[in-house]
Antibody, heavy 118, light 111 residues
Framework: QITLKESGPTLVKPTQTLTLTCTFS??????????VGWIRQPPGKALEWLAL???????RYSPPLKSRLTITKDTSKNQVVLTMTNMDPVDTATYYC??????????WGQGTLVTVSS | QSALTQPPSASGSRGQSVTISCTGT?????????VSWYQQHPGKAPKLMIY???KRPSGVPDRFSGSKSGNTATLTVSGLQAEDEADYHC???????????FGGGTRLTVL
């Protein structure tokens, strides 16, 4: 079955760079039309899409955050990495990675809470 | 890129039906049949309930249904049960900037 799990720091300081890793199993990113995306959710607030990467290395980013985001993949390790620069307290959120196919985010990781504070 | 518009709250008694709306624009909901709905219980990850406007993944009860008219998508939950109490989020693809857009979320209370 498809599973995804996020990992990374739980606390980062303002202006630092956040690096999150999504480790997945049960599917291959080399399969046509399959992608892995990142979505975040500040406490008590809405979901916000961040970035997406396909097996052919095609990438898409949220326009407002594009300058701060980089998404990469390591197909041999079944991992997708998201980096976000210049972190701010407003970036405090639970960060999820999710499997996407046929225009649907169908499987999600459990999420990881990242707090931005000095 | 504004979020899709959902009512902040909805409620219904056990056994009744409730609808939750999700309003966008012709660039997202109105332009594509890529609307999906997610259920999220407190402290849990979102769970896919509806995709492609009105399709249910395996294992989702048929009490959950989806529809779309113009720029507005609707989730209907029939025969409300206690376990349906959760937050519900809609999501669409937006072709104007080639991105994914979510709604603000609706908290469903089962009375």
């Amino acid at each position: 079955q498809i599973t995804l799990k996020e990992s990374g720091p739980t606390l980062v300081k303002p202006t630092q760079t956040l690096t999150l890793t999504c480790t997945f199993s049960g599917f291959s990113l080399n399969t046509g039309g399959v992608a892995v995306g990142w979505i975040r959710q500040p406490p008590g607030k809405a979901l916000e899409w961040l970035a997406l990467i396909y097996g052919d290395d095609g990438k898409r980013y949220s326009p407002p955050l594009k300058s701060r985001l980089t998404i990469t993949k390591d197909t041999s390790k079944n991992q997708v990495v998201l980096t976000m620069t210049n972190m701010d307290p407003v970036d405090t959120a639970t960060y999820y990675c999710a499997h996407k196919v046929n225009y649907v985010f169908d499987y999600w990781g459990q999420g990881t809470l990242v707090t931005v504070s000095s | 890129q504004s979020a899709l518009t959902q009512p902040p709250s909805a409620s219904g008694s056990r056994g009744q039906s409730v609808t939750i709306s999700c309003t966008g624009t012709s660039s997202d909901i109105g332009g594509y049949d890529y609307v999906s709905w997610y259920q999220q219980h407190p402290g849990k990850a979102p769970k896919l309930m509806i995709y492609g406007v009105n399709k249910r993944p395996s294992g989702v009860p048929d009490r959950f249904s989806g529809s779309k008219s113009g720029n507005t998508a609707t989730l209907t939950v029939s025969g409300l049960q206690a376990e349906d109490e959760a937050d519900y989020h809609c999501r669409s693809y937006s072709g104007s900037d080639n991105y994914e857009i979510f709604g603000g979320g609706t908290r469903l209370t089962v009375l």
